[in-house]
């Protein structure tokens, strides 16, 4: 190109069309330049209250997904063995004629032989309400793998969990407190939220094990120990007690802190003394009576002991909380050597916190009005901020260390207010306002509610009369009872053992469960290939749903392929996960922006024909039509009670009504036209403090965002753990098992505690191991992608200095690390940002050969490692021989951050990583990928 | 060899914050993105999906672990890209005249018509921010998006180069630096802007803003913990005075 002849002003693209990312988890607003019918370039758009116009690596890199040989290219049945990845292409029909065939069949004889997972599912009210209407229980997303104690402590505690519920207050936050945050999630708000955070001089304060991404601009890094989290919040909750330096007035009114506990012993120790309404009691402070919790105008004491009317003894939650942590195993000094974190700084973190909080006050000129109609001149908050994510989730102790950071924000009154941690609508809203889960109603019958949910105690449980699980993956039975997302992870390996039952169908949509979405990758994959005596594959038929030729289709016996996001209808529905902002409700959609040139179907189209073709209740009219045409037709239409949809704006028939409202037929033409969102902003008097918000509450009603006004106080003390925990004393009908009695007493408190899970740092196994998900890669959807995979094509174990000085390791050397079931070989690399006792990588780099149209050579095979292969999908055996799943003890989230290894230098000289997996084979359609790309050539 | 202009009318760069850079790649691949459809020929991948991928990039983010001995290591990213150096020594060093830089607003180009893929001028750059392109086999280098900053197509908010206006954490800054009242000249100011290497002579228009000063926790003060003294803090005794004392706050 001659400069002299460069125009000022080329043609940039032909037209521009606004849709959604779906990149990653954060579901951002993208304009999308489409040129010839192919995407010229993608930039984030301005308007979006996700993103601002801003726009990551990974969605920058859109368009390569579209060229992916990766892509699927037309339904496939298999014609190999499981793995081969030997398929014949098969039509629609047939592909859907064997599924329904299949699936029919079962639900007539016994729908739990049906278990359908999904991955990173953005369409979860769908695929759940799915399976609801099919009738299995074994319906769980990825939840159990990846976030559940984040969610479920949360939402146990204080009506909502961060991560994409809450976000700090961006704009007032004087300090924020980042626990291992992981980048994917509110991956560009965070983002820009650090950025405000750092122009304005606030504090960044980041507790993790490694010093990379948001920790490496962090004004002050706390390199903790994994799994120690817990321990270093719990004794700032131990200084900040200490001192006295807490919210009484907050703790008061809006937490459980005045609520009396009975004393003693029996079967109602340790639940709320209530009066005869059932209605929590507190000790009024100025009559000294005890007055119903939610009465207008009860004040409580937070100190008190009282004896009840029936002779029986209570005291508040607050006196057993301070009683509790007082202790001096939670004293600073006493905590250093396990968290990694001094107790200099854990003490000056404690003041820094109440310096924070209460001498740097916000009070925002903006009168608000609780649930007892008093009006409250300002709106007073604490600039105390806190964010989490899967850093702290993924551990044994996950949920209690989740819970230690809401009582820390609660001690502080920084949940909800200025400054503080803010919640997104429809959050907050009480536990009790989630539905409980249901399980199996019979043959051709659907579940009688969702198949996820909230229990509230034993009687919520999915067991059956004998107290064994009633679900596959053994969520919400004693081994997991507080399950929220169910356990993915659990499903491959109990559907193979036939542990509590065997399955007949294993439905799989975008979960990876043959590689990185399984702990201990080996044992998934023997699981799915393994035989039973007659010579039958132990799982019978398998289906996966996925765009992409991933590690798990060549598992498949039948593969219905998937668009791609920028093909496809879609919706972010307030119903699923939201985005948006503290100030703003929003939802969102996607539409097709280039045209399908491929044999696929979106997902959601299938599983809805699928559901039409079954008859499945919903999914077919009163003529046993099928009710919906596609995705877009029942993002329009569908009602979950008469008036509230997928999606909130422009409903009603003329399009005026908003939240609830009759379907409007033009409703996803207006989002279209709207840049693909629709937004409102809450009334400034209803935005902080929605839990006891009176001008929150009728607005969310009016929204539909809660069926009634539903008032509610922050929990510090869960009583629906208490219940586990009193069963386990012995007390009510339901029983847990003997062998699972003392774990339920010891874990299950009613307060926040630790626990070590990841096992003493002596032994064998001295180092502790973990992964960090790297900023422009999502789980294994950027190793397809040239310009993504080129950040990270390989990936090396980051070993401390001073490890390395000890067994003799040089960056880049070659090392085996060992956990005590499997090992592996990987590429050191040297590190000194990182905790003493910790090594890590990034994850989700590493493929089986040729997976994901990438060549038999590829770094991603040959140097590159999971850290999967050496994590243990059960804990060690228990003295009486039991083994369990290994999960958290209440939610059975996934422990895969608990893993304990040793490493050594390797001997032999072969450059390349172990294991070596063999060669997947290409599907029809599929062909090696060009030997060289020039994206974009013709229009330059 | 070529010649560079006495004075240019004006200085376009950027201006780069390293206290706000999170090393996410967001800019990296949205500037291949733009550009690789956009000025010159396309910015090639040699084995996209094979054994060794390599592409040529205009911008790349290199990440540093600094570990001063005092105080805990950490890393440091650091993006880099052409700084249109105004004695930028890739422009003289050209055998074909392929390599200029303007004088109406200072951005150093790659004429690809002239270029003959010798590969002095990124020899001759002590930055290393040229890359021969893999495929087409001439030399590419950040335009600072020409062919989106005076381009009427777009609207006028979004003529600025794509790494501007994609990062996530608004670390990066175009505008004009010969004008002291522009605002990327004022935070230069402000945050005392560095130019990379001024060793080498090169006076890169580009300015790279230092990481702010960290504000540590354990050289905090112990904390005034007076209200404890009110009571003996043991399960006991901190019934008696919680209420009381907690109200005095």
């Known amino acids: ?940 | 060899m070529t010649s560079l202009p006495d004075k240019t009318d004006s200085k376009l760069g950027l201006v780069i914050d390293l206290d706000i850079c999170v090393g996410c790649q967001a800019c990296v691949v949205n500037c291949k993105a733009w550009n690789t459809g956009g000025y010159g020929s396309a910015l090639s991948d040699s084995q996209p999906y094979g054994d060794n991928p390599e592409g040529a990039w205009l911008n790349r983010v290199h990440g540093y672990e600094v570990d001063s001995g005092s105080g805990a290591a950490t890393i440091v990213h650091f993006p880099k890209s052409c700084l249109h150096c105004d004695d930028a020594p890739c422009v003289t060093v050209c055998p074909t005249g392929a390599s200029i830089k303007r004088s109406e607003d200072g951005i150093v180009l790659v004429d690809e018509s002239k270029c003959m893929g010798c590969g002095l001028c990124a020899w001759a750059c002590p930055y290393g921010a040229r890359e021969m392109d893999p495929s087409a086999g001439v030399m590419k280098k950040c335009t600072l998006c020409v062919d989106r900053i005076y381009n009427e197509n777009l609207p006028a908010v979004d003529r600025e180069p794509a790494c501007v206006r994609t990062c996530p954490t608004n670390a990066r800054h175009f505008g004009d630096l010969s004008d002291p009242d522009s605002s990327v000249s004022k935070l230069v100011a402000e945050r005392d802007g560095q130019d990379l290497m001024p060793e080498q002579s090169t006076r890169p228009v580009n300015k790279y803003l230092m990481p702010r000063e960290r504000q540590g926790i354990d050289q905090l003060a112990e904390p005034d913990f007076s209200l404890a003294e009110l009571a003996d803090p043991t399960p006991s005794g901190v019934l008696a005075w919680i209420d009381r004392a907690l109200d005095r706050l």
């Open chain 1, 1 to 940: 190109m001659n400069i002299d002849c460069q125009t000022k002003s080329p043609h940039v693209s032909d037209e521009v069309r606004k849709t959604t990312c779906y990149m990653c988890a954060c579901r951002c607003g993208i304009d999308v330049h489409v040129r010839d019918g192919r995407v010229r370039y993608i930039q984030g758009n301005r308007d979006h209250p996700v993103n601002r116009g801003v726009l990551c690596a990974k969605g920058s890199a859109g368009m390569l997904h579209l060229e992916s040989p990766a892509r699927l290219q037309s339904p496939l049945m298999r014609t190999g063995p499981r793995g081969a990845g030997e398929f014949r292409e098969v039509s629609w029909d047939e592909a859907l004629d064997t599924a329904c065939a299949w699936l029919g069949e079962i639900r007539s004889k016994d729908p739990r032989k049906l278990a359908f997972y999904t991955g990173r599912d953005q369409s979860q009210s769908l695929t759940a309400w799915w399976a609801q209407q099919f009738g299995t229980p074994n319906y769980a997303s990825h939840g159990g793998f990846c976030s559940v104690n984040m969610a479920a402590a949360g939402i146990y505690s204080i009506g909502g969990s961060f991560w994409e519920f809450a976000q700090p207050d961006w704009e007032r936050t004087r300090l924020l407190l980042l626990f291992g945050v992981a980048e994917d999630h509110d991956s560009n708000p965070i983002k820009l939220g650090l950025s405000a955070l750092r122009r304005r001089g606030a504090r960044i304060v980041s507790i993790n094990p490694v010093r990379t991404g948001y920790s490496a601009i962090a004004d002050t890094w706390l390199g903790v120990t994994p799994g120690a989290d817990g321990l270093l919040v719990l004794s700032l909750v131990r200084e900040l007690l200490r001192s006295g330096r807490v919210d009484s007035d907050f703790l008061r009114r809006h937490t459980n802190a005045g609520w009396l506990v009975v004393d003693g012993e029996g079967e109602s120790a340790g639940l709320f003394a209530r009066d005869e309404e059932g209605n929590p009691l507190v000790v009024d402070g100025s009559s000294g009576k005890l007055a119903n919790a939610a009465a207008p105008g009860a004040v409580p004491l937070l100190a008190a002991s009282v004896d009840m009317p029936d002779g029986s003894r209570a005291s508040t939650v607050f006196s057993r909380m301070a009683a509790k942590y007082l202790d001096n195993r939670y004293a600073p000094e006493t905590v250093a050597p396990r968290t990694g974190v001094s107790a200099s700084a854990i003490r000056g973190l404690a003041a820094e916190l109440a310096r924070t909080a209460f001498d740097e006050t916000i009070e925002l000129p903006v009168p608000w009005t609780d649930v007892h109609g008093n009006t409250h001149p300002t709106t007073v908050g604490r600039p105390v901020a806190i964010h989490a994510m899967r850093g702290i989730s993924a551990h044994g102790n996950g949920f209690q260390t989740c819970r230690s950071l809401h009582l820390l924000q609660m001690l502080l009154g920084a949940v909800d207010c200025p400054g503080g941690t803010r919640f997104k609508a429809p959050y907050p809203k009480p536990v009790e306002l989630h539905p409980r889960p249901s399980g199996f109603s019979g043959c051709d019958t659907p579940l009688a509610g969702p198949p996820l949910g909230y229990p509230l105690g034993p009687d919520d449980l999915l067991v059956d009369a004998h107290g064994n699980p009633q679900r596959l993956d053994k969520a919400y039975s004693w081994e997991a009872p507080m399950a929220g997302h169910g356990m993915l992870h659990a499903a491959i390996p109990n559907a193979a053992a036939g542990d509590p039952y065997p399955v007949d169908v294993m439905f799989l949509y975008m979960a990876n469960m043959a590689w990185n979405s399984s702990m201990n990758t080996p044992a998934a994959i023997e699981a799915l290939t393994a035989r039973g005596e007659d010579g039958a594959y132990r799982i019978p038929k398998l289906i996966v749903a996925d765009a992409f030729n991933s590690e798990t289709t060549s598992y498949a016996d039948l593969v219905l392929p998937d668009t791609t996001y920028l093909e496809r209808h879609d919706c972010i529905s307030l119903l699923d996960r939201p985005i948006g902002e503290p100030d703003l409700i929003a939802d969102a959609v996607r539409q097709p922006v280039v045209e399908l040139t491929r044999n696929v179907r979106p997902f959601q189209d299938v599983l809805i024909e699928i559901g039409g073709r079954l008859k499945l209740p919903g999914f077919v009219t009163s003529g046993d039509k099928p009710r919906w045409r596609d995705y877009a037709h029942y993002m329009v239409t569908r009602e979950v009670v008469p008036g509230i949809g997928p999606l909130a704006g422009w409903r009603g028939r003329n399009g005026d009504r908003t939240g609830r409202g009759e379907p409007n037929p033009q409703q996803l033409e207006k989002y279209v036209e709207a840049g693909c969102f629709w937004s409102q902003e809450i009334p400034s008097e209803a935005r902080f403090f929605k839990n006891l918000n009176r001008d929150y509450q009728e607005w969310a009603v009016n929204l539909g965002l809660l069926p009634r006004p539903a008032p509610f106080q922050l929990q510090i003390y869960s009583e629906p753990l208490r219940r586990f925990q009193l069963a386990a004393e012995g007390f009510g009908e339901r029983q847990p098992p003997d062998e699972l009695r003392q774990r339920i007493r010891e874990k299950f408190d009613p307060f926040p505690i630790w626990y070590d899970a990841a096992g003493d740092a002596a032994g064998d196994y001295p180092l502790h191991a973990i992964t960090q998900r790297p900023m422009a890669m999502y789980h294994s959807w950027g190793s397809h992608n040239p310009w993504l995979r080129q950040l990270h094509a390989d990936n090396s174990l980051y070993v401390p200095g001073p490890v390395c000085d000890a067994a003799q390791l040089t960056d880049g050397c070659w090392a085996w690390l060992e956990s005590p079931i499997a090992r592996i070989k990987v590429r050191v690399k040297r590190m000194e940002a990182v905790n003493g006792q910790t090594v890590w990588s990034w994850n989700a780099v590493a493929k089986r050969p040729r997976a994901w149209g990438l060549s038999q050579g590829a770094p991603e095979s040959r140097k590159s490692f999971l850290l999967n292969h050496v994590i243990s999908d059960l804990l060690p055996e228990q003295p009486d021989g039991c083994r369990w799943s290994n999960s958290d003890p209440i939610t059975g989230q996934a422990a895969w951050f608990d893993l304990r290894v040793s490493i050594r230098r390797a001997d032999d000289t072969e450059e390349c990583a172990y294991p070596q997996f063999t060669l997947q084979g290409l599907p029809p359609g599929l062909e090696d990928g060009p030997p060289e790309l020039r994206y974009g050539e013709e229009w330059t």
